[in-house]
Each structure stands twice: as structure tokens, then as C-alpha cells.
């Protein structure tokens, strides 16, 4: 049986031939202007102006070829700019990580955190909300990130405790206020800490902490933070 070419006249070619068929005609073979220079040296389209000269369909697909050509540049840009950033935090996380674990006092534990996420993660408000009352009598109070949870907000921190992720972006009025006090934070990542704590990382950028950007950074450290404070926390039972 001689096998069928782009040259053969399609049965769905004709007078009644819809638009719909002859797409899928050429996109069936897309070397039909190739065989057929005669045809395509006679298709014009209009410049992508109105007004101006008609370019040719090998001048438009130019044009497109070029324009697909810049997307992936600067999609393979937006990749490398994400590579050397992630990169860059994980090497912050992990002198963060090292310093902490050389770090026995609960009190410099907690001092270190919120100098070194300001410093060296850009965050414009750090907070450790205590919500267990274990805490109580203890010195952590001195640490100017810590505060200890208000009987109005209890409401809005118990909901935050209930999720076993981290959260990022944006706080309705109450949850803000439960968190933060009077500052007004653009974008947040915040996280529970077992059901000890909610700490909670504020920007003033909008952008800093987007809804779906993910919080393992943030997860990580609460993990840490949380092995610290049970700790404290048996520690300051053997001195009672």
C-alpha cells in the first residue's frame, strides 16, 4: 500500500471544509508549506500595527520564535535568581542551626533567634506568643521577642496551635492582633509550636510571604525551638 503524503488532497479539504479541519490538516503535517513555497510566498499577514506593511508568515513565525526565545531566557533567569537564593538561606539556616545547638542557655537561645532572623533573614518583626502556662514564673519574659499569650487572644492562638503547618501570608485584624500586638505586619510565616507557643515572623513587604511559598524554614525552626523550650521547661521543674 503506498503510504499517504501531505501532498495526497485530504478527504475533509473542500468547499465545505471548516476552519477546524483545515487546522488540523496543517497541524497533521507541518511540512505542507515546505512542499508548497508557491502557496506560502503568497500569505500575507498584517503587521502587528495597524497601518503598517503586511510581514510574511516566515517573518511572523520570526517573531514568535523570538518572543518564545525571550520567555524561556527569563524563566530560566527567575530559576537561577531561585537557585542562588535558596542556596543562600540554606547556608543562613545552616550557621543558624550550628549556633543554636551550641547554645544551652533557653534565655541567649531565644536572644539569638530574634537578632538572627532580623539580621540575617530580613525580618521587620520576630514574635514567640507563650500560650501553655508551664511557662510561668520563668524568666523567658525577659526576652524582648517573647510575650506571654492574652486571655482575649487565646481564641485565635488555640486555632493557630491546630495546625500541624506553617503559614504564610497575610492575618485577618484578630489573628494580627493575637500575634503582634499594635504592629501591623504587611505578610507573615508563622508556625505552632507543639502546643507550647506560635512563633511568628512579620514583613513589612507584601510580597516577603506569599500564600503557597511553603514554610520548611519555619517548620524547621519551631522544631528547634520547641526541643529548647521542653528543656527550659523540665529544667525549671527540678529547681521547683
Not at 90 to 99: E, G, K
Request: proline residues 3%; charged residues 25%.
Amino acid at each position: 500500500m503506498q503510504k499517504k503524503t501531505s501532498t495526497d488532497k485530504p478527504a475533509v479539504v473542500g468547499k465545505t471544509a471548516s476552519i477546524e479541519q483545515v487546522l488540523a490538516y496543517l497541524r497533521m503535517h507541518p511540512t505542507f508549506f515546505a512542499e508548497h513555497p508557491e502557496l506560502l510566498k503568497s500569505q500575507r499577514l498584517p503587521g502587528q500595527d495597524q497601518g503598517q506593511d503586511t510581514v510574511s508568515l516566515w517573518q511572523r513565525q520570526n517573531q514568535l520564535l523570538r518572543i518564545e526565545l525571550e520567555e524561556q531566557q527569563q524563566r530560566l533567569q527567575q530559576l537561577s535568581r531561585a537557585a542562588i537564593s535558596n542556596e543562600q538561606l540554606l547556608n543562613r539556616w545552616h550557621s543558624l542551626t550550628l549556633d543554636l545547638m551550641a547554645t544551652a542557655d533557653t534565655v541567649n537561645f531565644l536572644e539569638l533567634v530574634d537578632a538572627r532572623l532580623r539580621k540575617d533573614f530580613g525580618a521587620d518583626y520576630v514574635v514567640l506568643q507563650l500560650i501553655d502556662t508551664q511557662f510561668e514564673g520563668t524568666d523567658l519574659l525577659q526576652v524582648a521577642m517573647v510575650q506571654r499569650a492574652a486571655a482575649d487572644y487565646l481564641p485565635e492562638l488555640q486555632q493557630m496551635l491546630a495546625s500541624t503547618s506553617a503559614y504564610c501570608g497575610r492575618l485577618i485584624a484578630d489573628k494580627r492582633e493575637a500575634v503582634f500586638g499594635n504592629d501591623r505586619p504587611a505578610s507573615v510565616t508563622l508556625v505552632a509550636i507543639e502546643q507550647l507557643a506560635v512563633l511568628a515572623i512579620g514583613s513589612d513587604d507584601a510580597d516577603r510571604f506569599a500564600p503557597g511559598m511553603g514554610g520548611l524554614f519555619i517548620e524547621l525552626l519551631g522544631k528547634t525551638v520547641a526541643w529548647q523550650l521542653q528543656r527550659h521547661v523540665e529544667a525549671f521543674r527540678k529547681q521547683a
